[in-house]
């Protein structure tokens, strides 16, 4: 079975600090998501990444940045964490020419105060 | 822009009973996929069930099937003989079929059902 692990279930931060969310998926597949979802707006794509180091902006990419430097991991990071990012975080992936058919994470549920 | 619109916040279905999630969205496509994801207590995603826009016939998978109408634009999801662990938040979601590094998946705001014994 395909597997996305996701590093943190709970995390809590403060403002202004400097957070790490790591993914990391065992199926070799070429595509990886980062999301965030919160209620009543259910997921909202922040970025995502088709191969190792190329990276493209989702639909909310401001105050975060990506990183993928193996096929495996994509990491989201925050650089300056606001009260406004307390949010639920999920990773998935997917393989090329399988559009729409994601493998989440468990996801992190991030707050910070 | 692709919109997908999922209009019942809240959902309850008493056990072994059949409900349906409804599933609007709007596009100019005619090349697309739709999904119907489930988000358990767990947190953890699943994929459900899948549509390809040109398929006719309606996707089924095992209790779970959809009514698929194309020309209203509607995608809805029945859950027959409802269990316990049905509960969830359940996602609509939509896909351009045209395939490509960039294509992104849309989703709905999801509904929450929930299963009552």
């Known amino acids: 079975d395909v597997k996305v692990t996701q590093s943190s279930r709970y995390l809590v931060k403060r403002t202004g600090e400097k957070v790490f969310l790591e993914c990391v998926q065992d199926?070799?597949?070429?595509?990886m998501f980062w999301y965030r979802q919160d209620p009543g707006l259910g997921l909202r794509l922040i970025y995502f990444?088709?191969?190792?180091?190329?990276?493209e902006k989702g639909d909310i990419p401001e105050g975060y940045s990506v990183s993928r430097e193996k096929k495996e991991r994509f990491s989201l990071i925050l650089e300056s964490a606001s009260t406004n990012q307390t949010s639920m975080y999920l990773c998935a992936s997917t393989e090329d020419r399988e559009e729409g058919k994601l493998f989440f994470g468990s996801g992190t549920q991030l707050s910070v105060l | 822009a692709q919109t997908v619109t999922q209009s019942q916040p809240e959902m309850s279905v008493q056990e072994a009973e059949t409900v349906t999630l409804s599933c609007t969205y709007d596009?100019?496509?005619?090349?697309?996929?739709l999904f119907w994801y489930k988000q358990p207590p767990s947190r953890q995603m699943i994929l459900v069930i899948r549509q390809e826009a040109y398929k006719q016939q309606n996707a089924t998978e095992n209790r779970f099937s959809v009514n698929f109408q194309k020309a209203a634009k509607s995608f809805s999801l029945k859950i027959s003989d409802s269990q316990l662990g049905d509960t969830a938040m359940y996602f609509c979601a939509f896909i351009q079929g045209y395939g490509g590094a960039t294509n992104k998946l849309i989703f709905g705001t999801g509904t929450l059902l929930a299963v009552q014994p």
């Open positions: 990444s088709y191969d190792v180091k190329m990276k």
């Open positions: 199926m070799d597949h070429e595509n």
């Open positions: 596009t100019s496509e005619s090349n697309y996929y």
